[in-house]
């Protein structure tokens, strides 16, 4: 969750199509709360909580969603039941749009609403916000409060990205290697991100199991979806003869540990 954003001073544009109207306003992302997609990349959220009443039918609802992306905004589309309603496409890319799509229902039953945006980074997965709108006809939206709560409640889902991992080889250290007792040696796996977040400086490598051998927790760069990364950490050796194996793994900027845990075997003669 990011609640500190620079002020973006944005151009107000407005559009209009047959079947609705988007505006881009000028805000600061300190509007934004519970902003969420993909780590160190695009992220979008809906402002307000106007999708979670039931909508009288002809009447106008308005959704505002705040996206980021410190690579650029290439657009913001709108959809209601698989159909295109508008594309918010800004002339030059944006490192920050907020959006006010309005639409207004035609008939009283449940529409799939949803909002897509995309970075000018053709690498950075988009993000998609899917809102479940309950439209009611006018007698219903009138019911007394005990009438209205037998309503449906309208329901929201962000499809967010994944974290996962592979190990793509031991570059230092293969499993079984000799060291010396009390000798310092730097362990390296090169990792591959084969989830759909890119990971943020954010992002730790930490010890699970096992001796952590003087190292400790370290910060990863950042490493877009689908990019390897060489994971390095400074160690010694026991001075005690035997056999030690020190297990590692990532954990997102939420301390969430993800992916595969990834070890150093060695034998101290």
């Known amino acids: 969750m990011h609640n500190k954003w620079p002020a973006v001073l944005l151009l107000i544009v407005l559009s209009v199509t047959a079947c609705g109207i988007s505006r881009q306003v ?10 969420t997609g993909n780590s160190g990349g695009l992220e979008s959220a809906v402002l307000g909580d106007a999708h979670t009443r039931p909508v009288p039918v002809g ?7 705040a996206h980021s992306d410190t690579d650029g905004i290439r657009d913001v589309k709108f959809y209601v039941d698989g159909i295109l309603i508008d594309d918010e496409s800004p002339r030059f890319s944006q490192t920050f749009m907020r959006v006010e799509n309005e639409w207004t229902p035609p008939e009283a039953k449940t529409y799939t609403l949803k909002i897509e945006a995309h970075s000018v980074n053709l690498k950075t997965p988009p993000t998609v916000i899917i809102l479940n709108i309950t439209a009611v006809d006018s007698a219903v939206s009138a019911a007394t409060p005990a009438q209205a709560q037998t309503q449906p409640t309208p329901t929201s889902t962000i499809i967010a990205c994944s974290n996962t991992n592979d190990l793509v080889s031991d570059v230092t250290i ?4 000799a060291i010396q007792p009390g000798a310092t040696f730097q362990k390296t796996w090169r990792v591959k991100n084969t989830g759909t977040c890119n990971w943020s400086e954010s992002y730790t490598f930490r010890p699970v199991s096992g001796p952590a051998l003087g190292a400790s ?3 990863t760069p950042f490493v877009r979806s689908g990019d390897e990364v060489d994971l390095s950490l400074a160690m010694t050796a026991p001075s005690a003869a035997g056999e030690y194996r020190s297990y590692w793994q990532l954990f997102d900027a939420k301390g969430r540990a ?4 990834f070890y150093v075997d060695f034998v101290v003669p």
């Open 26 to 35: 000028s805000s600061t992302l300190s509007d934004a709360s519970d902003l």
């Open 59 to 65: 009447k106008k609802l308005v959704i505002t969603s």
């Open 174 to 177: 293969p499993d079984g290697s």
């Open 217 to 219: 927790t370290v910060n």
């Open 258 to 261: 993800f992916g595969k845990q």
